[in-house]
């Protein structure tokens, strides 16, 4: 993370535009509105990303860097050759409607609708906090545990939407209390519906097992769900915490290399 200055910290958020909806594109400039009004030290700088060939010029220009795609791959999950296609077996990107944070000239984390919208939220509501905060999850990041995320997804058991790092911002009114912004390593949304809040940990233990129960119950009142599901993904376990995972109603996968079984 760069560090603060008298001169104050290098700031710009990119909007590349338009974005492919109409109410993506008005949603986005909404915030970015607000964003600009509130936040002077953050600079709002809009970038015209239409065309194949340019799309696939400006990722070169700010996205080709090895070292970005690790950065980006970190703090949202997917690297930006991955995040930025269209589908699955495409490999043409597109970054129409993509917003991402640089500091330094450095990108600092990227995003599409729908995901981007909450950051963008905490963004123009705690400005330099919300920031730290994505820089503290980040660095609490383990690379084995974005594995275990990426071996997952191409299981028989993500069947449905996998959305990553998954935002809850701070509130203190109504049935959702969240004192501090937190992340949720994963949320996988099935075809009709249901959520399980996933946490990927290397060992099951207890630390796994109590971020997975929190992270449900909160993730439940944020989206004022009636139900949804803890799971964990790990790659050891010891019977006693596996047992008790069962008696609570959590959902566990084992990983080993490539494969995933669920055990629980």
Same mark, same amino acid.
């Given at each position: 993370?760069?560090?603060?200055?008298?001169?104050?910290?290098?700031?710009?958020?990119?909007?590349?535009?338009?974005?492919?909806?109409?109410?993506?594109?008005?949603?986005?400039?909404?915030?970015?509105?607000?964003?600009?009004?509130?936040?002077?030290?953050?600079?709002?700088?809009?970038?015209?990303?239409?065309?194949?060939?340019?799309?696939?010029?400006?990722?070169?220009?700010?996205?080709?860097?090895?070292?970005?795609?690790?950065?980006?791959?970190?703090?949202?999950?997917?690297?930006?050759?991955?995040?930025?296609?269209? $589908?699955?077996? /495409?490999?043409? +990107?597109?970054?129409?409607?993509? *917003?991402? =944070?640089?500091?330094?000239? &450095?990108? @600092?984390?990227?995003?599409?609708?729908?995901?981007?919208?909450?950051?963008?939220?905490?963004?123009?509501?705690?400005?330099?906090?919300?920031?730290?905060?994505?820089?503290?999850?980040?660095?609490?990041?383990?690379?084995?545990?974005?594995?275990?995320?990426?071996?997952?997804?191409?299981?028989?058991?993500?069947?449905?939407?996998?959305?990553?790092?998954?935002?809850?911002?701070?509130?203190?009114?109504?049935?959702?209390?969240?004192?501090?912004?937190?992340?949720?390593?994963?949320?996988?949304? $099935?075809?009709? /519906?249901?959520? +399980?809040?996933?946490?990927?940990? *290397?060992? =099951?233990?207890?630390?796994? &097992?109590? @971020?997975?129960?929190?992270?449900?119950?909160?993730?439940?009142?944020?989206?004022?769900?009636?139900?949804?599901?803890?799971?964990?993904?790990?790659?050891?376990?010891?019977?006693?915490?596996?047992?008790?995972?069962?008696?609570?109603?959590?959902?566990?996968?084992?990983?080993?290399?490539?494969?995933?079984?669920?055990?629980?």
């Amino acid at each position: 993370m760069a560090s603060d200055t008298k001169k104050g910290r290098d700031l710009k958020l990119y909007f590349f535009y338009p974005a492919f909806s109409s109410s993506d594109q008005d949603r986005i400039e909404k915030i970015l509105r607000k964003i600009g009004k509130t936040k002077r030290n953050i600079r709002i700088v809009r970038v015209l990303a239409e065309g194949r060939q340019v799309q696939e010029d400006l990722y070169d220009e700010h996205f080709g860097n090895p070292k970005t795609s690790q950065l980006v791959r970190r703090r949202v999950g997917r690297p930006p050759r991955q995040l930025f296609k269209l $589908s699955k077996t /495409g490999n043409a +990107i597109y970054l129409r409607g993509v *917003v991402a =944070l640089f500091e330094g000239g &450095i990108v @600092q984390w990227a995003n599409k609708p729908p995901e981007s919208y909450q950051f963008l939220r905490d963004l123009a509501s705690r400005g330099l906090k919300a920031i730290n905060d994505l820089y503290t999850f980040s660095e609490s990041i383990e690379s084995e545990e974005v594995d275990l995320l990426d071996i997952f997804e191409d299981s028989i058991y993500c069947k449905g939407n996998l959305e990553r790092s998954v935002w809850l911002p701070t509130s203190t009114k109504g049935s959702f209390i969240n004192e501090t912004s937190k992340w949720i390593d994963a949320v996988l949304t $099935s075809l009709n /519906g249901h959520h +399980i809040v996933i946490e990927a940990e *290397v060992e =099951l233990n207890y630390t796994s &097992i109590g @971020q997975a129960l929190c992270y449900e119950k909160w993730f439940r009142a944020f989206k004022n769900i009636k139900s949804s599901k803890p799971a964990i993904l790990c790659r050891n376990f010891k019977q006693e915490y596996l047992n008790v995972c069962k008696e609570l109603g959590i959902t566990v996968f084992t990983i080993s290399d490539t494969k995933v079984e669920k055990i629980s």
